[in-house]
Each structure stands twice: as C-alpha cells, then as structure tokens.
C-alpha cells in the first residue's frame, strides 16, 4: 500500500519532488505515531506511579475522577495547561522559557532510533547507541539553565547538584555500554537486539537465558542505578530534594512550564527502561520459543518488558529512602565506574579464549 | 543543491553564534552560544557523513566538558568593567595571535582548495563510518592512539594529584564500618524494675 501511493505521488509531482513529499510525508506520519502513544503513555504512568506506590503502602490512591481514576491525568493536565505561567520579577526571562523546552526537545528527538520490531524504526542508523547517549548528555542543560535563570538560591543549588550528579553516571553509563558493545559488535540498536537471540541456550528454545541480562549482570545493575540517578529518580532524587530545597530547579516553575519538566523526566524514564529492555533484555524477543509466544507480535513483547522496568523503578521509589548527596557521588565514582572497568576486561579476557559465547 | 543550502544556514549560525561568543556581556550567554557553536559544528560533520565525529563531539564537549564550563561559569562573580580595563594593554598581543591564526587557517584552505573542492567518493553500501574509524585506529596508527591515552591518563593523575589535599580538620565516614556496626555496639539493653506508684 505505501509502494502504491509513493506511486501515485511521483506521478502526480514528478520523480524528485514525488519522492521528496513522499518522504517527508510518511516520515511526519511516523513521528506522529511515535509521539501520541508515548505522550499518552506518560500520562498514565503518573497513575500508574500514584496507584502502585498507594497499593504497596496500603493505601487506594487516586479513584475519584472517572472510573477507576482513570480520568485523573486527563484531569491533571487540563489543570496544568490552564494554569498562569508565572515569570518571576528577577529571572532572566528568555532562558526561564527556553530551559523546559531544551530538557523536552532531547527527551523526544532520542526516540528516532529506537527499534519497536523489527525493521519498525524511525531512523536505522549505525551509530544509534551513541545517538541517544549525546541526546540524553544534552538534557542537563535544561536542569543547569532552569537553576540558574530563575534567580532563586534553592533552584541554583537544584542546578548545581544535578550537574555534578549527572556527569559523574554518565561516566558509569557509558561504561556499562561499552561492555554491551563488545559483545553485540553493533552501536545499532537492531543488531543489539538480534545479537542477543543468537547462543547456545537460544538453539535450545529458551531465549531470555541468552539475553544480555545474564552474563553482563553487574552491568545491567550498573545501568539501572545509573538510569534511576541520570533522571533524578527516587533514591536519587537530591536534585529536587524537597526536604531541603523544596524543588531544586523547578521550585518558580509554575504552569505548562512546570508539566514540561514532569513530561520530560517521565519521557526520559521510559527511554531508559526501553534502553535497558533493548540492550539487556533481549528486546522484542520472546522468552521461549512456543506457538503460542511466536503468535504475539513482536512489540507487544517489547511493550510488556518496558512496563515491568518501569514498574521497577516505581517500585524502588517507594522502597529505598534518599540517598545523602556525598553518598550519591561515592557509589558513582568509586563503586560503578571501577566495577565496570574490571567488568571490560573480564569481558575483553572472556571474548580471547575459546570458550567466547559470543561469536 | 539541498546539501550545500543546508550548508550554507550552518555555516551562518555557527559564525553568528562565535561572533557572540566573544562579544556576549553574559559569560553564561557565551558559554550557552558555544553549546550552539559545537552543536552546529556537529551538523555539519554529519552533512559530510563523518556521523561517529559528530556525536562524539556533542557527548564529550557539549555533554560532558561545556556542562562544567557552565558550572563554574554560573558560580563565578565577574566584573565586567574591570575585565575591560586592560584592553588597549593587550590589544598587540591579541592581535598577534589572531593574524596568526588567520594566516594558518589561509594556508591550509589554500593549499589545499583543489583536494577540498572534489566531490566525496559515493560510499558502498554497508558503510559504517565508526567501523572504518576504528580499524583505522587501532591498526595504522595505535601506536599514536596509546601514546595519546597514556598523556590523558598522566594528565588525569596530575590534576588529582595538583588538586588532592588532606585538611586535619576534614572528617569522613568509612561506609563499611557503618554497615558492620550492630545493635550489641551501640545500645545497651538494661533490665530495672519497675517504679512503684506512691
């Protein structure tokens, strides 16, 4: 059907400007298809967050708008977009602005490279581990600009901690990657993916044992602390830490301006649990191989997997109290980043013998 | 045609946006249109397909280093006017070094218009720009790569060394020893009678 209207396009404009259209068209409609799910599925993660954090403490949580509360983000947002945008006297007015939306932009444009199935991805390009690992380095700008453009010490402080705090687990990150890589052979996301349903146990029928998560399980716990601190999540959440500075840099955010930064925190929370289902879990792979597994489409797969790593780190929001902000800098430099390096070259000295699992 | 438009509107804004890094009053608007600066720079290297450098340059210099520039940055309290007052003094110095600077960069375009005005080798499919960057590292000249490694690291280790001082007054705390402690080390459990009501 797509091969019958690029057609009907190049006959109606010419080959060139046929195909340009074409392009740009089916590109748009791609983009749109990503986003409306992913804005929806941020919406209902705010739920899902309130609701499982009241269950696990025996509590209801919102069931008042709609049935079942299933109405409350709706509500929440409505709330939010009508809201005053408060400018404070003192700030400087155009960076106030500009920050929400340089911590959403990245937040969004990472989600071109990501895989759903495959051959189901926006933009296949080679280096798209690196890709994303740039565009999430980018999101500390928003923080940094918001902290200092409001004018506000609490806010400077907020800017002042997620800046340090960020560089320092992009460091243990980018490590726990490197390991990821060496093994896959690939920065593309897609043979990340396919890499991992190769392997003795995968010829036997069980996949999820062939999957990264096992042999690399210190990276992958490596990962997902650093996720949680790179998105300033519980327990890591000293950036905003209301106990002592209220909000950090979201503290004279008021508005649409405020949900931007909630939009963009829980956008880059699903990032880093797709990542962590794509590079660890195997993807869109099935757990074992049956008739039944290979009759679900591969993303609905790939969808359950993302919702159980989210639902984790909901889970360790509502178990682990904040850690203390010189704990927070030790456990990344001197307990990740010397754990991955010793996990490199086990993983390079594991690849050189005969007993490679990952030829 | 599409290639060199584009081109041309990076081009523009990485020049406006260096212009304004030197001229912005703001040290934290310099430091922000450098981020712009870099970015831009980026695009262009992937216009010319060199995808593995341009991300690299916006993970490290946009991701990691212009993230510290801005935190000392933001903390610093410049005063401009007295930052303005040695400027006819320096001006001969600068002037050097910026007619320096000129001159090389005229000599290399220069010299090298004709290899620079071909159009790039169509690439085969399969291409990957990091692959061949790495074979490429890690064979021809991996010699000049470690060599480059090991004066990272031996900078690493001076700027720690330059900068680590024990201060006698400075207290910490030894994680382990905090896990290790018991109920038994810190509270003692005593068994009294209970007071009588009188």
Redesign the interface.
């Known amino acids: 059907m797509l091969e019958s209207l690029l057609a009907y396009a190049e006959l109606k404009l010419g080959p060139t400007w046929g195909w340009a259209t074409y392009e740009l068209l089916s590109s748009l409609a791609f983009i749109v298809a990503i986003l409306v799910p992913l804005m929806l599925s941020v919406a209902y993660l705010t739920l899902w967050e309130r609701k499982l954090i009241a269950w696990m403490q025996i509590r209801i949580g919102p069931n008042r708008v709609g049935p079942l509360g299933l109405l409350q983000p709706i509500a929440d947002g409505i709330k939010l977009l009508f809201k005053e945008v408060i400018l404070p006297a003192n700030a400087n007015k155009a960076?106030f602005i500009l920050a929400p939306i340089a911590m959403l932009i990245p937040a969004i444009a990472a989600w071109a490279v990501i895989p759903f199935a495959p051959e189901l991805v926006l933009a296949d390009?080679?280096?798209g581990l690196?890709?994303i690992?740039?565009?999430t380095?980018?999101g500390?700008?928003g923080v940094?600009?918001a902290g200092?453009a409001s004018n506000s010490k609490y806010a400077?402080l907020g800017?002042?901690r997620s800046?340090?705090q960020?560089?320092s687990y992009?460091l243990a990150m980018g490590f726990a990657l490197v390991v990821v890589l060496m093994v896959s052979g690939s920065?593309n996301l897609s043979d990340i993916v396919a890499a991992q349903g190769r392997g003795r146990f995968a010829d036997m029928g069980l996949g999820a044992l062939s999957w990264n998560w096992l042999p690399l399980l210190p990276m992958l716990i490596v990962y997902f602390v650093s996720g949680m601190a790179e998105t300033n999540r519980a327990p890591f959440d000293v950036v905003e830490g209301e106990s002592e500075i209220v909000a950090g840099h979201m503290v004279e955010y008021s508005g649409m301006t405020f949900a931007l930064f909630f939009l963009a925190e829980y956008m880059n929370m699903i990032l880093i649990a797709t990542l962590t289902v794509i590079l660890f879990f195997g993807g869109w792979l099935p757990l074992w191989d049956s008739a039944l597994n290979a009759a679900i489409p591969p993303i609905l797969w790939l969808l359950a997997k993302i919702f159980v790593v989210v639902s984790m780190f909901l889970w360790s929001r509502a178990t682990f109290p904040r850690y203390r902000y010189d704990?927070i800098m030790?456990l990344g430099w001197k307990v990740f980043i010397p754990l991955t390096l010793v996990w490199i070259a086990v993983i390079g000295a594991w690849m050189q013998t005969p007993w490679n699992i990952w030829k | 045609m599409f290639e060199a438009l584009l081109f041309y509107v990076f081009g523009f804004v990485i020049l406006a946006s260096a212009l304004c890094v030197i001229t912005a009053r703001n040290p934290v608007y310099a430091a922000l249109y450098l981020v712009l600066a870099f970015f831009t720079s980026s695009a262009i290297w992937l216009l010319l397909h060199a995808e593995f450098l341009a991300i690299t340059l916006v993970l490290v210099y946009v991701g990691a280093v212009m993230v510290l520039f801005l935190f000392v940055v933001m903390m610093l309290d410049i005063n401009l006017e007295r930052l303005r007052e040695g400027f006819w003094q320096y001006l001969p110095l600068g002037a050097t070094v910026g007619f320096l600077m000129a001159a090389e960069m005229a000599a290399m375009l220069y010299g090298r218009w004709s290899g620079l005005a071909t159009p790039p080798r169509a690439l085969p499919p399969g291409y990957s720009n990091t692959k061949e960057l790495g074979r490429l590292l890690y064979t021809d000249y991996v010699y000049a790569f470690e060599l480059a490694a090991v004066v990272l690291l031996v900078a690493i280790i001076a700027a720690i060394a330059l900068t680590l001082r024990r201060r006698k007054d400075s207290r910490s705390q030894d994680p382990s020893q905090q896990v290790k402690a018991r109920r038994a080390d810190r509270v003692r459990l005593v068994s009294m009678p209970s007071e009588n009501d009188r």
């Open positions: 960076l390009i080679n280096a690196l890709y690992l740039a565009l380095s980018f500390v700008y940094i600009v200092w400077f800017a002042m800046a340090a960020m560089v992009e920065l704990q030790r």
